[in-house]
């Protein structure tokens, strides 16, 4: 008996590319409320009036200043520097003008440290994921849960029928995770015509996975958000809601990439950018996770501790990352952060004085220095000054002048991952020494991280991959075969290495390809063309260009 059946490779394919990059021009915002205005506030020591929330409250009596309101954060025009072990929330209101006229794409911006409730004209408008419970008000004592770090505004849609012509209220509770928290932050804007495009992008290689990690802040819930590589649209559709990709297809060397997201239609006319520098893990010579002599800044380090001659066989060792507070450390600082005695605590003192720096040395070896490009690439918070063989190669964050173990990083920031180049001339063959110094904002930073990797690339170029790796996993299956059946039928987005696929190594993309792979992998041909399964570089030169998959 005969029966309809469409080809396998229609049969498995389920991918296919929905859009590619739009153009739209950008909202021109205005805003009711903007950064650094007055507010009234009131402490959380009590529980504040049932009606605060109300536009016909009488807030007279609270305190004023301008935003942004807390500690600790660098962020704080108004500082409440007896909140910490003493109350966990605050209250806040500020009255202002709308004018007549239609208000078109009404948001609430806000940067805050942890969590908050708004209300406008005494409705519930917006409110932090962790600030869980009934609509309405929040107990002044509430703890939310998980915390959350000040990292810019971020978009609340509002609808504008809540707006009233004329006098309005915006009334707001903002509330830490613990009396012992280290900071609190609050800076709202209220915005028409909000630009509503993604923001603060970044992008880091991670050698340990092989791939190219990009992690952005949505400001709403996108129709799509699309991914460009060096000018190449490499994800035409991913979900609106994402704010994380990673690339395994990449080059080596410099690498840019484009994030455009979709909104109600419109593309935004101005992509996300961000660039990172690339290489193979064959050319790592101090890789993340190897154990890195360390001293603690809570006394002075020794004179000129960054030369070779320096003993230091009596510091502490460990592996990176090295500091606390991020989830990204292998060596724990745990008495780094300061923090006052919780008077909620009984017969325990946890006063704790901290300090703002610690300094690390690793020796490494190299065996040749024919063609290569020394780099050291850092994930820090907040700031480094790096040396190679007693040589300073660099520092980020960091006044110009000399430093000591008191020295604050110029700002606080979130872990940022940076490449600087070793110059030529400072390595050499055998024996190296590279020595960091690490330092934090100030004393009551909520976190600090340490991860240095020290690479030697072969002019930061080249090419690394399996063939038959379609999709840059890490191996061949089944599964490549048939992605590549859908980017050649069904319009499915292209492999991540071209060369990966190129599975007989003619320099073309067709059927056979998928052919050959499945006949090795279920019939017992021959495995692919030179590097094969192994990581390796194409011996044939063609038109496909450089890439790696992971692993390689």
């Not at 990083?409 to 600087?420: L, S």
Request: net charge negative; hydrophobic share 40%; with cysteine.
């Amino acid at each position: 008996m005969h029966t309809n059946r469409l080809p396998l490779y229609r049969f498995l394919a389920g991918l296919a590319l929905a859009a590619l990059l739009g153009t739209a021009a950008s909202a021109q915002e205005t805003f009711l409320i903007t950064a650094n205005e007055e507010w009234r506030y009131l402490k959380g020591n009590a529980a504040p009036p049932l009606d605060w929330i109300e536009p016909g409250f009488d807030d007279s009596s609270w305190l004023s200043g301008p935003t942004g309101i807390g500690y600790a954060d660098g962020d704080d025009a108004t500082t409440l520097d007896d909140m910490l072990n003493t109350y966990t929330s605050f209250f806040a209101r500020k009255t202002f003008e709308v004018p007549a006229g239609a208000v078109n794409g009404l948001v609430l911006r806000i940067n805050y440290d942890d969590g908050f409730i708004a209300y406008l004209n005494g409705v519930e408008v917006a409110r932090s994921t962790n600030m869980s419970g009934a609509a309405g008000p929040q107990d002044y004592l509430f703890l939310p849960t998980p915390d959350h770090e000040a990292a810019g505004g971020e978009n609340f849609e509002i609808d504008e029928g809540f707006l009233d012509v004329g006098e309005n209220v915006l009334a707001v509770q903002i509330h830490n995770t613990s009396l012992t928290s280290s900071d609190a932050s609050f800076i709202p804007e209220l915005v028409t015509n909000a630009d509503l495009c993604p923001q603060v992008m970044a992008c880091r290689f991670d050698p340990v996975t092989g791939s190219v990690i990009l992690n952005w802040t949505n400001r709403a819930v996108y129709d799509s958000i699309a991914i460009a590589r060096d000018g190449t649209v490499i994800e035409g559709a991913l979900a609106g809601t994402e704010a994380t990709y990673s690339d395994l297809g990449f080059p080596f060397g410099s690498v840019s990439y484009e994030v455009t997201a979709t909104h109600d239609g419109n593309a935004c006319s101005t992509p996300l950018q961000c660039t990172v520098t690339t290489y193979p893990q064959a050319s790592i010579v101090v890789n993340q996770g190897v154990t890195w002599r360390f001293w603690r800044g809570s006394s002075p380090p020794p004179f000129e501790w960054w030369e070779e001659g320096i003993n230091d066989a009596s510091w502490e060792e460990g592996p990176t990352g090295i500091g606390y507070g991020d989830g990204d450390d292998a060596t724990t600082l745990d008495d780094m952060i300061q923090r006052a005695d919780d008077p909620n605590t009984i017969d325990v003192d946890e006063t704790q004085l901290g300090y703002l720096a610690v300094y690390m040395r690793k020796e490494f070896t190299v065996s040749s220095l024919d063609g290569v490009s020394g780099i050291l690439s850092m994930i820090y918070d907040d700031g480094f000054i790096a040396y190679v063989n007693g040589q300073e190669i660099g520092r980020v964050n960091m006044p110009p002048d000399p430093v000591n173990e008191t020295t604050p990083a110029t700002a606080a920031i979130d872990p940022t991952q940076t490449v600087v180049p070793i110059p030529p001339g400072v390595l050499r063959v055998g024996t190296n020494l590279i020595a960091i110094a690490v330092h934090n904002a100030n004393l009551t930073s909520s976190d600090l991280s340490a991860i240095p990797i020290v690479a030697l690339p072969g002019g930061v170029a080249g090419s690394s991959f399996r063939r038959g790796d379609v999709d840059s996993s890490g191996f061949a299956n089944i599964t490549d075969a048939v992605g590549l059946l859908n980017h050649l039928f069904q319009g499915a987005v292209g492999p991540p290495c071209q060369d990966a696929a190129d599975v007989t190594d003619d320099g073309l993309l067709n059927i056979t390809d998928a052919v050959v792979l499945l006949n090795h992998l279920f019939l017992g041909a021959p495995e692919p063309p030179a590097p094969g399964l192994t990581c390796g570089p194409d011996p044939t030169p063609d038109g496909l260009g450089d890439c790696n998959t992971l692993g390689c």
